[in-house]
């Protein structure tokens, strides 16, 4: 007969180790099955790792000692506390686990054992995801990092943003030179002590990061890398380092019965609050579950030793949760129950998942009237609405409704640009509002998440761009049916001459059209920003339509794609807006044979999206033809901001007498907030990126400017704005400060009452401040004179 165990745990990591102890101190029959190394996760870290305890607030609630350490010390204690409470250890492998009536059956290579309960704590560290591009199996690509100090003087380059990425970056970029590729704009994955690491790297010039960046190709020597910003760039490469995750063990687990929520790889199965699975006596706890924390854990694994046994005891996160629902007027127990069943967005996360969403958001008590926030602000949480309602107010005057249970905020979440409505409550409620970094970490993990999100900002894209006017349900026909695709900067959505199939709506980014001339000479015509479409015109009729014109991606561009039959369902159903539509081509069609053959527009056009003023929201533009070369605008900018100016007059390029200075657009996708540590550069409701006091000088934003706008100074005092200043009569400035330098950019003199100084003190009206619309009506108008 097997030997039967109360308790049967598959894996020694930390939910294991939580778990095993927990017994032993309880004096539980039980064995703990490990194939490899007693915390095999921490094993594998590079050697001398330093291990992190987060978070800190978190109680640790077991038998076996964690706290931040070397990898090291944290094997040795872990080891000793399975030997000092006598945990039943067996090294092997566990095959397959099925379950009687009575009880479970473990099989180990030939022998087998049954247990009354299994506790499954083996983790994610399956088979590493490779990179996916060719190349990925050539010798210099590798998939861990056991010992940093093998390197020495190599150009090494580590693919991923998570924790791992971010320990194996920072230990290598002692002896190395490193670069870091991230898929995103930020490390929304990664506990805030490796972010706070690979920032410091990042700042001190220790490692290049790449962000919004993908691997192309890999070479020998060399590895080829799609950059947002850069195009496809070429770097120096002795050794790759691709921490990308690892394939969850969902066979396994499925033979096990294990059910999950969907097909998507990265779903993880719905447990209950006592971790058990759907299948009764089976539990789950960690990573298999959504929380990777060793801390959290080895407090699931202590956990469910107690609800096996019966005991009453609260999660150890408990107390986090009580710090944020507490002011709200009924029991903390009755609000969670509350808020989980009021937002079915979230129906698919699992207990872990849901609360660590709670202790990451805020739920605000809104009244009647209460702005949530206005159109144009430039904000990214996410918004859901726990009770009451709220009015959507669309620029275009239109208002909606939107009551308990459906979500807001999408598009600032997912664009990073200005809110494109206020929202105001239209009734007494709560509302919960989630940081970005927890919505992408949710969207990443969870496909019903990410599915919905998708959908509701697809509909409101549509909505607002090219179908205003649509009823409600062939809409979300068409969103349904419309899928999303992402263009690297200069890529083609379409050339001119190829036959029209689908629609393409702006989601992110910009695009440049252009046109031959009878020379075959392409020719810009102009550009559009997020918000718009392109390929309509191919699309109107039944017959195959060639393009009239390419369009290319002037920024990296996420778009909507819809279909040409999707496209004709909705606008032959719907006369009104094929009635728009058709309007809106016939004013195109007149201005492609106006502006077909206008080389002067294409080079102009050429010249903006070239110094990026496509990006822009306010660009500051000197008319050469009215500058008498006073300097009266950098004189006032300095004596505005500390004694050094923000705007470099003599630089910068011309166009037809218009000059762009050096001085800050205020982009609309600033690059300069990407990798900010102390969050010091921020952008206020009406647009304006400013950097606040608490800016350390670590010079990141300087590096990532593309135009050269900031620059690291020291601080003077301050002279008054006056005309004496202008005419060199006041104060001389006083020396350096012996301070840190700390960057300087334009603000557009945000304390002022009456705008940006350089424009007022301009005594021709040279200088002025405008966005790119305005800019290509003055540089047009001035070429026209010029001739």
Excluded at 264 to 291: A, H, M, Q
Excluded at 441 to 470: C, E, G, Q, W
Excluded at 647 to 661: H, M, V
Aim: glycine share 8%; hydrophobic share 40%; net charge neutral.
């Amino acid at each position: 007969m097997p030997e039967h165990f109360d308790i049967a745990i598959i894996g020694a990591g930390p939910g294991g180790l939580g778990a095993a102890t927990n017994a032993a101190n309880h004096k539980l029959s039980h064995i703990l099955f490990e194939k490899a190394e007693v915390g095999n996760t921490i094993f594998e870290y590079q050697l001398r790792k330093h291990v992190m305890a987060e978070p800190g607030k978190l109680p640790l609630r077991a038998h076996v000692a964690f706290e931040a350490g070397t990898r090291e010390s944290i094997l040795d204690s872990w080891n000793e506390a399975l030997k000092s409470l006598g945990v039943n250890l067996k090294k092997a492998e566990v095959k397959s686990i099925v379950k009687s009536e009575e009880h479970f059956e473990i099989k180990f290579g030939e022998e087998s054992i049954t247990a009354k309960n299994v506790i499954l704590a083996v983790g994610i560290q399956g088979a590493p995801r490779k990179l996916g591009v060719p190349g990925e199996d050539l010798p210099h690509v590798g998939y861990t990092l056991r010992d940093p100090d093998a390197f020495v003087d190599k150009h090494i380059l580590v693919v991923g943003a998570g924790d791992a990425a971010i320990e194996n970056a920072v230990a290598l970029s002692e002896k190395n030179i490193v670069s870091i590729l991230n898929r995103t704009e930020d490390f929304a994955r990664a506990k805030d002590g490796n972010i706070s690491l690979i920032m410091k790297a990042i700042e001190a010039g220790k490692i290049r990061c790449f962000y919004n960046s993908n691997m192309d190709h890999v070479e020998a020597g060399k590895a080829f890398i799609n950059s947002a910003t850069e195009g496809l760039v070429e770097i120096p490469c002795d050794q790759i380092i691709a921490r990308i995750g690892a394939i969850p063990p969902r066979k396994f687990l499925e033979s096990c019965g294990i059910v999950f929520p969907n097909a998507e790889i990265t779903s993880v199965p719905v447990v209950s609050k006592n971790y058990e699975s759907n299948i009764p006596g089976l539990y789950l706890v960690g990573s298999l579950i959504g929380y990777p924390l060793i801390k959290q854990g080895i407090n699931q694994g202590y956990e469910v030793i107690e609800h096996i046994l019966g005991n009453e005891i609260e999660p150890a996160d408990q107390i986090l949760i009580d710090e944020k629902l507490t002011h709200l007027e009924r029991p903390v127990s009755e609000s969670l129950q509350m808020i989980s069943a009021n937002l079915p967005i979230f129906k698919d996360l699992s207990e872990p998942q849901y609360r660590e969403l709670i202790i990451d958001s805020t739920v605000h008590v809104v009244k009647k009237g209460q702005v949530i926030f206005d159109r144009n602000d430039y904000t990214d949480t996410f918004f859901n609405i726990i009770s009451g309602s709220v009015f959507i107010q669309l620029p275009n005057d239109k208002t909606i409704e939107m009551e308990q249970g459906t979500f807001f905020g999408e598009i600032g979440l997912l664009s990073g640009r200005r809110r494109t409505a206020t929202v105001v409550a239209s009734k007494d409620g709560l509302i919960l509002e989630t940081p970005r970094k927890q919505m992408l970490k949710l969207i990443a993990s969870v496909d019903s998440i990410k599915r919905a999100i998708d959908l509701k900002f697809m509909s409101n894209a549509l909505a607002t761009s090219i179908f205003p006017d649509v009823e409600v349900h062939y809409l979300a026909d068409i969103v349904t049916a419309a899928k999303t695709k992402f263009f690297k900067k200069g890529e083609v959505l379409f050339r001119e001459g190829d036959p029209g199939e689908q629609l393409y709506v702006i989601r992110k980014g910009s695009v440049k059209i252009s046109r031959k001339n009878k020379k075959g000479i392409e020719v810009t015509q102009t550009y559009l920003a997020a918000g718009n479409y392109v390929g309509e015109m191919a699309l109107i009729k039944d017959e195959v339509t060639p393009r009239n014109a390419t369009v290319t991606a002037a920024v990296a561009c996420e778009t909507i794609v819809i279909d040409k039959a999707d496209f004709r369902f909705v606008i032959d159903r719907n006369l009104n807006t094929k009635k728009r539509i058709l309007s809106l081509i016939k004013e195109r069609e007149i201005e492609n044979i106006t502006a077909s053959q206008n080389e002067k527009v294409g080079t102009l056009l050429d010249f903006m999206l070239g110094q990026g003023v496509s990006d822009a929201d306010n660009v500051l533009l000197i008319d050469s033809d009215l500058c008498v070369g006073c300097d009266n605008c950098e004189k006032a900018c300095a004596a505005t901001h500390g004694g050094y100016t923000r705007l470099d007059r003599k630089g910068g390029k011309s166009f037809a007498a218009i000059q762009i200075p050096i001085s800050c657009r205020h982009c609309e996708n600033p690059l300069c907030m990407v990798d900010c540590p102390p969050d010091a550069l921020v952008r206020r409701p009406d647009g304006e990126v400013i950097i606040q006091d608490s800016c350390i000088g670590c010079g990141n934003c300087v590096s990532n400017c593309p135009y050269g706008v900031i620059q690291m100074v020291y601080s003077k005092p301050a002279e008054p704005f006056s005309l004496l200043s202008l005419l060199g009569l006041g104060k001389k400035d006083a020396a350096k400060s012996k301070g840190p330098a700390k960057a300087g950019k334009c603000d557009m003199c945000s304390t002022l009452p009456g705008g940006p100084a350089c424009v007022r003190s301009c005594p021709t009206g040279a200088a002025m401040r405008v966005n790119p619309r305005k800019m290509l009506e003055i540089i047009s108008a001035k070429q026209g004179r010029l001739g």
